[in-house]
């Protein structure tokens, strides 16, 4: 059976952000490539990370900060809550998206601790087209997005937010 896509697009991976991050196509769109971008930092791709970064926003240490965050963070479930042009006839793009996360740790802590360690990053991302290719420039970092009470938790848990993260 094909694997589920991890942006949540429900597309199989290979159907979806796989290509991009094989470098077999490009992504279309401002919002393929921030979903492809969250899936390549669950499956490793730390190349294609940095390589769809806006070469003028590419800084000291960056690699060393992308493998950092790859080795170190578990990503449970991407939520995309708005787009600003970014279709294929744009040159910049706005995608904001609320995206779960926890620290990876051995398996052994997993049940060593009450607190479940999940946590939320939002982010209001700038993307722009260079040549036809699309590239993130960076992002802002907003409030925690809280879905309605009786709305599917922004964890992934498949609760109600109110019996989840509310
Ligand atoms: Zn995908
Ligand atoms: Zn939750």
Excluded at 44 to 66: C, F, K, M, S
Excluded at 142 to 154: S, V
């Amino acid at each position: 059976m094909d694997r589920q896509c991890p942006c949540g697009s429900g597309a199989a991976f290979a159907a979806c952000c796989q290509p991009y991050i094989n470098g077999t196509a490009h992504a279309p769109t401002a919002e393929a490539l921030m979903r492809s971008r969250y899936t390549a930092f669950g499956e490793g791709a730390a190349d294609y990370l940095y390589d769809t970064r806006d070469p003028n926003a590419h800084y000291r240490d960056e690699r060393a900060e992308i493998l950092q965050s790859i080795n170190g963070t578990e990503w449970l479930k991407l939520t995309i809550l708005a787009t600003q042009k970014g279709g294929a006839k744009d040159d910049e793009g706005v995608v904001e998206f609320a995206a779960a996360f926890r620290p990876k740790r051995p398996k052994f802590m997993a049940t060593a601790t009450p607190d479940d360690g999940i946590k939320q990053m939002r982010e209001r991302s700038f993307f722009i087209r260079d040549e036809g290719r699309w590239f993130y420039i960076d992002g802002d970092q907003l409030d925690p997005y809280r879905p309605k009470p009786n709305e599917p938790c922004w964890c992934g848990s498949g609760k109600k937010t109110k019996k989840c993260h509310g």
